[in-house]
């Protein structure tokens, strides 16, 4: 499936995309690091490759996106990853979150409602070579239990409400991060679980996600 080089170029406009993450607000070096190594061109279709550093989103199929750059930078940073941290995305899409996650953590987790997505990023991301990523086809909102408690959980999808399920497979200390709200644009939060029965609720920047939608679709 990666049949495309990874050349000086690429490598040249990744850089620059990097430069403007920085500038327009993202800190975090680790993340920085790990989407100037990761070739975004592999995680788009055809059509999309000569757009790939661009700062913005695509079309993937199924009627989904890969997210915008910053938006990936943003979410993952609000996720304050440490190396030894087990993640759960919800929305694995193309799975370069999950890529970006798995440069940073030691064990990623991702869910898709769409088979067919799912089962090409799980090819993609085997054939890349990341051990440390498992794909999982089905409804995220009810999370993946097995393997709970996370560190972190991403949801990259618009989400209509909180769902409670994700909250309890937080680990105390555990952050999720989520897109909230059904109009056109969504705010974002980060949840943290300060204690078993407390949360604490930051906001950031609103976003325009696609919807997080119940069901998982063959
Ligand atoms: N993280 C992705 C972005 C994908 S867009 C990337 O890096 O490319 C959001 C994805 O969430 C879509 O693929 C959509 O199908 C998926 N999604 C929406 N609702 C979902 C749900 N309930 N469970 C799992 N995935 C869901």
């Not at 498992?134 to 409400?161: M, N, Q, S, V």
């Not at 644009?185 to 943290?192: A, N, P």
């Amino acid at each position: 499936m990666v049949q495309r080089p990874d050349t000086y170029r690429h490598k040249g406009m990744r850089k620059k995309l990097i430069a403007q993450l920085a500038k327009k607000g993202i800190q975090d070096k680790r993340v920085l690091e790990a989407m100037e190594r990761i070739p975004r061109h592999w995680y788009l279709d055809e059509a999309f490759v000569k757009f790939a550093y661009d700062d913005t989103a695509f079309k993937i199929g199924a009627g989904q996106t890969i997210s915008q750059p910053y938006t990936v930078a943003f979410q993952t940073e609000l996720l304050q990853l440490k190396p030894t941290d087990s993640v759960l995305e919800i929305g694995t899409g193309s799975g370069y979150q999950a890529a970006v996650l798995g440069e940073l953590v030691s064990k990623v987790y991702t869910i898709e409602r769409h088979k067919s997505l799912s089962d090409k990023a799980r090819k993609l991301l085997k054939q890349l070579g990341y051990t440390n990523i498992r794909c999982f086809f089905g409804d995220g909102f009810a999370g993946l239990p097995a393997f709970a408690p996370y560190d972190g959980i991403i949801i990259t999808a618009a989400a209509p409400e909180v769902p409670q399920t994700l909250l309890d497979q937080l680990k105390v200390g555990g952050r999720l991060v989520i897109p909230l709200g059904e109009g056109d644009t969504q705010q974002m939060l980060r949840i943290t679980r300060v204690a078993e029965e407390e949360y604490k609720t930051e906001e950031f920047d609103r976003f325009k996600f696609v919807p997080m939608l119940k069901g998982a679709v063959r």
